[in-house]
């Protein structure tokens, strides 16, 4: 990257720098007041955000008083980006995160792109509200996304912690990381709230939710709806469905009962990426936009000399994602004394769903899979086998079921505050392979599932796995001296998982295999140490240092991942279990936290966060074929190996600077060095791929964020600023992907009322995404070790309105 273009970022930080590591006394008479002290505690927890508080109470990065990197955004700050987005999205604009999707809502989960201090998506951790949510693998075999977990408008914040969570996460792969998503409390005062939001490519989102306000003894209760619909920014394809909250509290003297349930009904259009290949390199198509609903065009394509020229890039009829979720917690909270407290949190997660794509029978190496199934068929009588359309549909039919149980002892002694946990869960999950016949006198929808309605031409495979999990945690935050607390625990995780496999794929129809192994592969690591500190450095400012080892358990899906449930033989299957190991991380950090108010003439303040990290991150895995032939609808993967450690450092630099009461600016600056150690081996041949030195792909080098935020009377404004540097897109770092820009914004308006009113609120805004139309490589699909990478667009400029009424 030029020098140039990042002096301007790199300006603005060394002010915000120098205020952080500076310690001017606080203004008398400022006119902004003094920040409330944080308990002193390191795990204790920030209190929820209402979602409807006044803006003028919301913070775009919150620090805690923590021995790690800790920043998070408000419900307020969430909804002002884009009503109704992902919690996910939502905090990319924290330091050190890269979040992609093709869609501006953050909700497509299929090209969903989360790199964090150079981890990806699945080496991180999710929680809602203390319950994991799986580590985000598309076809989820764990979890469920934050996005279906619970409706936007009732989170209350999102929480990470860039480089090491805490050691009672309920996550299996918290590698690099943590996301916690609060839900917000229900309100004191009885009312309701109805938003509506229409935009861009048909888009329509209807939220409403009742509080009963505060009853009874300490009872509160909210329900919730919302209805979503739209389209697909380039074809015809439908997003949305329903999305139903609730959450009831009791808070009495002797404790806190939590009851909460969510249910999801979702449907998301996919996106077929763009292979690039070094000789393609700047003509490849920027969009391969299905023909649904089109199915005239679509036989029209197939019989064209387009098509056939298109080569890896040929257009699909349509592919999409349905998922109905249903999830519940029950969690009690007791006051034993004031100075012992005891959780407990039990929880079920029910996830239907099926991954639909519909495209040529004679593409991708679809002729050699159904010649397994047919091997008698000619051409023309296998594409009447298909229905005579030319096309077939492929489904991925998954179900997951889990249970478990959190809890949490801590007990206050003299200057220890000690913490003990446990969590257990018991996960059931399927998944079959099925492809279905696509009538050319009766097309399919994407928007059913064939299995309703008619037989699969095959189930290529079905697979049941069982897993157990459990996770145990001891930590010490000793106050060592009234301005020094030192954090010391360790966790222990253990995983029992078996696989049987009810319809076996033909030898050879699937990751070249002979067969999905069964049995049994447990992994126990039980000790994974922490040590912090925090230092009170002065009243309103403090040093951290943390020290933390993580592990990623192996993933456990037939379907999807690194799984070795996914491997192709029994014999690789049990090779794998005596060879392979977990990935581990090591995870130092260092840095220094302040919240000022200030009288420098315009700045009346000031908080802002800057921390160092450095990373060795242990027995990387990576699918290595034999052929090295990996394509995007019949895997090529044969065995998952260990190919080396990965050395990470970088420095995470955010502040706010407050100009009176009325407007902020806030920026901050990343920068993330992620390189291999190690060459590896592949292939039949054994080719050395040389990887050393080399920058992990996908994760840029570079990002810089700015959010200008601005309100006076009824009006209020945000404009938001996102760099992303160039992402290498290749193992070998041959090929790239090029930085960019984009910028989004909103105004909006509260409207005075007059009083006894029974409208309460009236609330209106506009928000406009990519203002500047960007174009660009939005997330990178890394499969190869060289020369080709696939890339999914950037999503178009598009504007949305909202009004929303309160009771």
Same mark, same amino acid.
């Given at each position: 990257?030029?020098?140039?273009?990042?002096?301007?970022?790199?300006?603005?930080?060394?002010?915000?720098?120098?205020?952080?590591?500076?310690?001017?006394?606080? /203004?008398?008479?400022?006119?902004?007041?003094?920040?409330?002290?944080?308990?002193?505690?390191?795990?204790?927890?920030?209190?929820?955000?209402?979602?409807?508080?006044?803006?003028?109470?919301?913070? &775009? #990065?919150?620090?805690?008083?923590?021995?790690?990197?800790?920043?998070?955004?408000?419900?307020?700050?969430?909804?002002?980006?884009?009503?109704?987005?992902?919690?996910?999205?939502?905090?990319?604009?924290?330091?050190?995160?890269?979040?992609?999707?093709?869609?501006?809502?953050?909700?497509?989960?299929?090209?969903?792109?989360?790199?964090?201090?150079?981890?990806?998506?699945?080496?991180?951790?999710?929680?809602?509200?203390?319950?994991?949510?799986?580590?985000?693998?598309?076809?989820?075999?764990?979890?469920?996304?934050?996005?279906?977990?619970? &409706?936007?408008?009732?989170?209350?914040?999102?929480?990470?912690?860039?480089?090491?969570?805490?050691?009672?996460?309920?996550?299996?792969?918290?590698?690099?990381?943590? %996301?916690?998503?609060?839900?917000?409390?229900?309100?004191?005062?009885?009312?309701?709230?109805?938003?509506?939001?229409?935009?861009?490519?048909?888009?329509?989102?209807?939220? #409403?939710?009742?509080?009963?306000?505060?009853?009874?003894?300490?009872?509160?209760?909210?329900?919730?709806?919302?209805?979503?619909?739209?389209?697909?920014?380039?074809?015809?394809?439908?997003?949305?469905?329903?999305?139903?909250? /609730?959450?009831?509290?009791?808070?009495?003297?002797?404790?806190?009962?939590?009851?909460?349930?969510?249910?999801?009904?979702?449907?998301?259009?996919?996106?077929?990426?763009?292979?690039?290949?070094?000789?393609?390199?700047?003509?490849?198509?920027?969009?391969?936009?299905?023909?649904?609903?089109?199915?005239?065009?679509?036989?029209?394509?197939?019989?064209?000399?387009?098509?056939?020229?298109?080569?890896?890039?040929?257009?699909?009829?349509?592919?999409?994602?349905?998922?109905?979720?249903?999830?519940?917690?029950?969690?009690?909270?007791?006051?034993?004394?004031?100075?012992?407290?005891?959780?407990?949190?039990?929880?079920?997660?029910?996830?239907?769903?099926?991954?639909?794509?519909?495209?040529?029978?004679?593409?991708?190496?679809?002729?050699?899979?159904?010649?397994?199934?047919?091997?008698?068929?000619?051409?023309?009588?296998?594409?009447?086998?298909?229905?005579?359309?030319?096309?077939?549909?492929?489904?991925?039919?998954?179900?997951?079921?889990?249970?478990?149980?959190?809890?949490?002892?801590?007990?206050?002694?003299?200057?220890?505050? %000690?913490?003990?946990?446990?969590?257990?869960?018991?996960?059931?999950?399927?998944?079959?392979?099925?492809?279905?016949?696509?009538?050319?006198?009766?097309?399919?929808?994407?928007?059913?599932?064939?299995?309703?309605?008619?037989?699969?031409?095959?189930?290529?495979?079905?697979?049941?796995?069982?897993?157990?999990?459990?996770?145990?945690? &001891?930590?010490?935050?000793?106050?060592?001296?009234?301005?020094?607390?030192?954090?010391?625990?360790?966790?222990?995780?253990?995983?029992?998982?078996?696989?049987?496999?009810?319809?076996?794929?033909?030898?050879?129809?699937?990751?070249?295999?002979?067969?999905?192994?069964?049995?049994?592969? @447990?992994?126990?690591?039980?000790?994974?140490?922490? %040590?912090?500190?925090?230092?009170?450095?002065?009243?309103?400012?403090?040093?951290?240092?943390?020290?933390?080892?993580?592990?990623?358990?192996?993933?456990?899906?037939?379907?999807?991942?690194?799984?070795?449930?996914?491997?192709?033989?029994?014999?690789?299957?049990?090779?794998?279990?005596?060879? #392979?190991?977990?990935?581990?991380?090591?995870?130092?950090?260092?840095?220094?936290?302040?919240?000022?108010?200030?009288?420098?003439?315009?700045?009346?303040?000031?908080?802002?966060?800057?921390?160092?990290?450095?990373?060795?991150?242990?027995?990387?895995?990576?699918?290595?074929?034999?052929?090295?032939?990996?394509?995007?609808?019949?895997?090529?993967?044969?065995?998952?190996?260990?190919?080396?450690?990965?050395?990470? @450092?970088?420095?995470?630099?955010?502040?706010?600077?407050?100009?009176?009461?009325?407007?902020?600016?806030?920026?901050?600056?990343?920068?993330?060095?992620?390189?291999?150690?190690?060459?590896?081996?592949?292939?039949?041949?054994?080719?050395?791929?040389?990887?050393?030195?080399?920058?992990?792909?996908?994760?840029?080098?570079?990002?810089?964020?700015?959010?200008?935020?601005?309100?006076?009377?009824?009006?209020?404004?945000?404009?938001?600023?996102?760099?992303?540097?160039?992402?290498?897109?290749?193992?070998?770092?041959?090929?790239? /992907?090029?930085?960019?820009?984009?910028?989004?914004?909103?105004?909006?308006?509260?409207?005075?009322?007059?009083?006894?009113?029974?409208?309460?609120?009236?609330?209106?805004?506009?928000?406009?995404?990519?203002?500047?139309?960007?174009?660009?490589?939005?997330?990178?699909?890394?499969?190869?070790?060289?020369?080709?990478?696939?890339?999914?667009?950037?999503?178009?400029?598009?504007?949305?309105?909202?009004?929303?009424?309160?009771?």
């Amino acid at each position: 990257m030029k020098k140039s273009a990042i002096r301007k970022p790199l300006l603005g930080t060394v002010a915000m720098l120098a205020l952080l590591v500076g310690t001017p006394a606080r /203004a008398a008479g400022s006119s902004d007041a003094a920040p409330a002290k944080a308990p002193d505690t390191d795990a204790a927890p920030a209190k929820a955000t209402d979602a409807d508080a006044p803006a003028g109470d919301s913070e &775009i #990065v919150v620090t805690g008083r923590k021995t790690r990197s800790v920043a998070e955004v408000s419900g307020v700050e969430i909804q002002k980006i884009l009503p109704g987005i992902s919690p996910l999205k939502a905090i990319q604009t924290l330091p050190g995160v890269t979040y992609l999707t093709a869609d501006p809502w953050g909700n497509n989960e299929q090209n969903i792109s989360l790199f964090i201090h150079g981890f990806n998506q699945q080496q991180l951790g999710y929680t809602l509200d203390g319950v994991p949510l799986g580590d985000q693998q598309y076809g989820n075999y764990n979890g469920l996304s934050p996005q279906r977990a619970i &409706i936007s408008e009732n989170v209350g914040r999102v929480t990470l912690a860039s480089g090491a969570g805490d050691l009672g996460t309920a996550s299996t792969s918290n590698l690099g990381g943590t %996301i916690d998503t609060f839900s917000s409390d229900p309100k004191d005062k009885m009312g309701a709230t109805i938003s509506q939001t229409v935009g861009s490519y048909s888009s329509f989102r209807t939220f #409403v939710r009742v509080d009963t306000g505060t009853f009874g003894n300490g009872n509160a209760l909210y329900l919730s709806g919302v209805r979503q619909d739209g389209r697909a920014w380039d074809f015809q394809g439908k997003q949305g469905g329903y999305q139903a909250n /609730a959450k009831f509290v009791h808070d009495d003297s002797t404790g806190k009962l939590t009851l909460y349930g969510a249910y999801s009904d979702k449907t998301e259009p996919n996106e077929d990426a763009t292979v690039i290949t070094a000789a393609t390199v700047g003509t490849a198509p920027y969009t391969r936009p299905f023909f649904y609903p089109d199915f005239a065009g679509m036989e029209a394509y197939l019989a064209s000399p387009a098509y056939k020229a298109a080569g890896s890039n040929y257009r699909n009829y349509y592919s999409d994602a349905q998922r109905t979720d249903y999830l519940g917690y029950a969690k009690y909270d007791l006051h034993i004394s004031d100075k012992i407290s005891w959780s407990n949190q039990g929880y079920y997660h029910h996830d239907d769903g099926v991954g639909v794509v519909a495209g040529p029978i004679d593409v991708a190496g679809l002729p050699g899979l159904f010649a397994k199934y047919f091997p008698t068929l000619t051409a023309a009588q296998l594409n009447a086998q298909f229905g005579g359309s030319g096309l077939a549909s492929r489904t991925t039919e998954y179900r997951i079921d889990r249970e478990g149980l959190i809890s949490t002892l801590q007990v206050e002694l003299g200057d220890h505050q %000690i913490e003990l946990g446990g969590w257990y869960e018991h996960q059931s999950s399927s998944s079959y392979r099925r492809w279905y016949a696509l009538d050319v006198n009766h097309p399919s929808s994407p928007y059913t599932r064939p299995l309703d309605y008619e037989a699969p031409q095959i189930t290529q495979y079905g697979s049941e796995i069982r897993v157990d999990e459990i996770q145990t945690h &001891i930590q010490d935050s000793w106050h060592a001296l009234p301005t020094l607390t030192v954090l010391l625990g360790f966790k222990s995780a253990f995983q029992k998982a078996s696989q049987r496999v009810p319809v076996q794929p033909i030898p050879g129809s699937f990751s070249g295999s002979t067969a999905l192994p069964v049995g049994q592969l @447990n992994t126990d690591t039980p000790f994974l140490p922490q %040590i912090g500190l925090l230092w009170d450095v002065s009243p309103d400012s403090q040093a951290f240092l943390n020290v933390q080892k993580n592990v990623r358990q192996f993933q456990t899906s037939a379907a999807a991942g690194l799984s070795p449930f996914a491997l192709g033989s029994q014999e690789v299957f049990d090779a794998f279990k005596a060879n #392979v190991k977990p990935e581990t991380s090591w995870t130092y950090e260092v840095g220094a936290r302040t919240h000022k108010a200030l009288a420098w003439g315009p700045i009346t303040g000031f908080e802002g966060q800057i921390s160092f990290y450095h990373v060795d991150f242990s027995n990387r895995l990576l699918a290595i074929s034999p052929t090295t032939v990996i394509t995007s609808i019949i895997s090529g993967a044969a065995v998952i190996q260990n190919v080396g450690d990965v050395k990470t @450092n970088g420095i995470d630099l955010a502040g706010t600077l407050h100009f009176g009461p009325h407007f902020s600016i806030y920026n901050a600056l990343s920068y993330n060095d992620s390189r291999y150690m190690q060459n590896y081996l592949v292939g039949l041949a054994q080719t050395v791929v040389l990887t050393a030195d080399k920058k992990v792909p996908g994760s840029p080098e570079w990002l810089n964020k700015t959010v200008v935020s601005a309100d006076y009377g009824v009006f209020d404004a945000q404009l938001v600023g996102d760099y992303m540097g160039r992402r290498f897109a290749t193992f070998t770092n041959d090929l790239s /992907a090029k930085g960019y820009f984009t910028l989004s914004g909103r105004i909006g308006a509260t409207i005075p009322l007059p009083g006894g009113a029974v409208v309460k609120k009236l609330s209106v805004s506009v928000n406009v995404t990519n203002i500047t139309n960007q174009t660009g490589a939005s997330t990178l699909s890394i499969a190869q070790p060289t020369n080709t990478y696939n890339a999914f667009p950037l999503a178009p400029r598009q504007v949305f309105g909202t009004v929303s009424v309160g009771f």
